[in-house]
C-alpha cells in the first residue's frame, strides 16, 4: 500500500504543547503565519483567559480548534477523589464547547498500589459518568491508549485494542479513540485494531511525533517525524484507509525542542510534515 | 486466587548482572552463603574463564545453574549480519552445553530503519537456524519478550502472545517462552497468554524485580520487588497455575543498586523476595 504524499498544510495541526514556550496568542499568530491550520490546545494554555474569547481569537486568526487536552484521570484509590475527577472532566467538557473544540481527549489514568484491572473499572465507571454530559454538550470524548510505559501512573489502557473495546461498549457517537503514533507503534495488532475503529466510526483523532533512539526521558525526549524509527507513512495509510480525514496532529514534547528558538522548530515542523509524515 | 506465601530460599535464583560489580567467583560464594538456590549467567561473566570450569565452580558451590544469558538479536539490515548472528548463538548454545545450563535466553532484537515485521520474520529465520543445533545439544531456547518501550533496538517480540505465538509455530520441546513481569506486568492478556504458555509446555523460565515510579532510566533503574506497582504475587500465582515449578529468578539491572554494598544488596533481595514475591 503506497501512502498518497502530503501536499499542503490544511491537515497539519500542532499541539500547544508542542511549542510550549509560546504562550496561546504568540502560537497562534506564528502557526497561522506558516500555513498551520488547526491547533489542539493543552488546559495550561487558557490559564488566566476567557475560554470562549481564545476560542474566536484562534478562529479569527484562521486556525481550527481541534482537541482539547485534557481530560481522564479517573482511577482513585477514594471514592470521593473519583468524584472530583468525574466533576473535573464535566468542567472540561463544558470548556471545551466554550472553545469551540469538537473533542476532549481522555488520557485515562492508573494508580500504583492498585491492580489494573480495578483502575480498568474505575475508568469505565468516570466514562459512563460523564458521557451524558458530554452527549448533550455535543462534544466527543477520545480515549488515547498510553505507551506501556506509562501503566504505573498515566493510564492503565495501553493498546488500541483496548481502547478499542473500550468504545465499544458504550453505544455512542461521542465515544471514540484517539491515534497516537508515539504510544502505538510497536504493537504487532496495530493495523488490524486502526481497522476496526475506523470501521465502528470510533477514530476520532491522529497524532504524530517520533520515538527517538535512544530516548533518554520518559516523558519529554519525543521526536520530530523523520528523527526516529516510526514509520510515520505507513500508519498514516493504515488510518487513512480507515476512513480517517481529520488532521495530523503533531504532539512533540521535549526539552530539548523547547530550548530552541520556537520559529526556528515552527520551520523544522512543517519541513518533517512535508517528508516524514 | 491466592498465592502460596514463599518459605524458604530454594527456588530463588540470582541473575549475576544484578550483582554486577562481583565477580562471579564472589557472587556465587556470597550467593549460596545466604541460601539462594539458582544463579542465571550473563556471558560477560565468563570473560577469561574456562566455561565448564567455572559451571563445575558453581555447582561446587551448591549453586544450580537456570539460564545463560542472552543470545538473540537475529534481525540485521545485511544478510553477512544475519549470518554472524547465527553463528554467534550456535556458540553461546555451545557455551551453555559446556556450563551446565539448560536454558538459553533470546532477546530477538529489532532493527531500526526496518519494519518491524521485516525484524520478526528475521527473528523467525533465525530461530529455525539456530534450533536443530540446540536440540542437539539438548539446550532450550526461552524467547524473551521485551517491554514494548524496547521495540526501537531491542527486540520486536513485545508480548507473551507474539512470543507464544513464535514458539508455537515451531514443534520443539526445546523452544520455549521466558516470562519477565518487568515486561509484561502491563498487558491486559497476561494471564490468559500465561496459561497459554503453561498448557503448551513452553513456559521455560520466570524472572522477577520491580517497576519504579517514577522510572528515570530506559535500562538500569530496575526496583527491588515491592518498590514498585507490580503485583508479583499475583502474576507468581499465574505462572505457577499454568504449572510452571522453577525457579523465580531476580533480575535488577541498576545503577543505584550497583553503587551499594553487594552484601548488603544481597540481604535485600532475600528479604524482598520473601515478603514481596
Redesign the interface.
Known sequence: MMTVPIIDLSKLCIHTATTKPWNIEAAAQYYARVGVAGMSVWQDALEGRNTGKTGRMLRDCGLQVVSYVRGGFFPAAEARDRLTAIDDNRKMIDEAAELGAPLLVLVCGAV??Q??ELS?RQIEDGIAAILPHAEKADIRLGIEPL???Y???RSAV??LR?ANDLAEKFDSRHLGVVHDVYHL????DLRAETERCGQSGNLFAFHICD?K????D?LLDRGLMGE??I?IK?IRGWVESAGFNGFNEVEIFSKKYWEMDQNTFLDMIVEAYRNHV
Open positions: 500504583p498500589g491492580t489494573l480498568r505507551h506501556p510505559m501503566a504505573d501512573s495501553n493498546t483496548q507503534w510497536w504493537d504487532p520515538w533512539i535512544p530516548t533518554e520518559f526516529g524509527c514509520d505507513q
